[in-house]
């Protein structure tokens, strides 16, 4: 008679273990015993916040850098592009400011070593078509000559012509800004001031 009771135990056993673990399954899905092996929930990476690199301008409004760039075109024998460069990079990249430079004689400098060379799409044309672009309204192909543009409209401003100071360079970029957020045409601003440090094209 042990012997018969010893065996059916022995057979009921995994059975029991069986319902016991079919229990705490159960258990574990309906949300009332957690198992202390369950993973952490799993959230979603933190993005980092969108930094935004604003520039206070004359009239008390706000700019955000990253909708504005400059279009610089150089040379790499000009002298006042070589003076004038390390300047622009150096106020631009603490101002978090993109610089497109383009070189009009096929080399770059000591700020800029390997600028864009203009493109001609149509041979017969007779300049190329960012020159056309930023000189095609009158004004004179020279280095340095510097434009803002408004990287979601494309609308171009002539920032400077020649070498420029920094504070007379800052007063006209926000002057610009402040142009561009109140629509007004690029025809319709004063022009730079005159300067005799260029190098004609």
Known sequence: MKCKTLVSLTLLFPLLACA????????????KNPSPYAAAPVSA????????????????????????????????????????????????????IKVYPYTLDGGGDAAYPTPLV????????PLADEIMTFFGNGLPIATPTAFMVNVNT???????????????????YASLIQADMDQIDPQLLPPMPANAQVTTQ
């Open 20 to 31: 016991g673990v079919r229990d705490e399954l159960a258990a574990m899905e309906a949300g």
């Open 45 to 96: 990476p933190e993005t980092p916040p969108v930094m935004q690199n604003l520039m206070s301008l004359p009239d008390g409004r706000r700019a955000d850098m990253k909708d504005y760039a400059v279009v610089l075109f150089m040379q790499s024998h000009c002298q006042y592009s070589a003076k004038f460069d390390p300047v622009l990079k150096g106020w631009a990249d603490g101002h978090g």
């Open 118 to 125: 203009p493109r001609k799409t149509d041979p017969a044309a």
């Open 154 to 172: 494309l609308k171009a401003y002539p920032l400077t012509q020649g070498v420029m100071e920094i504070p007379a360079l800052e007063n006209r």
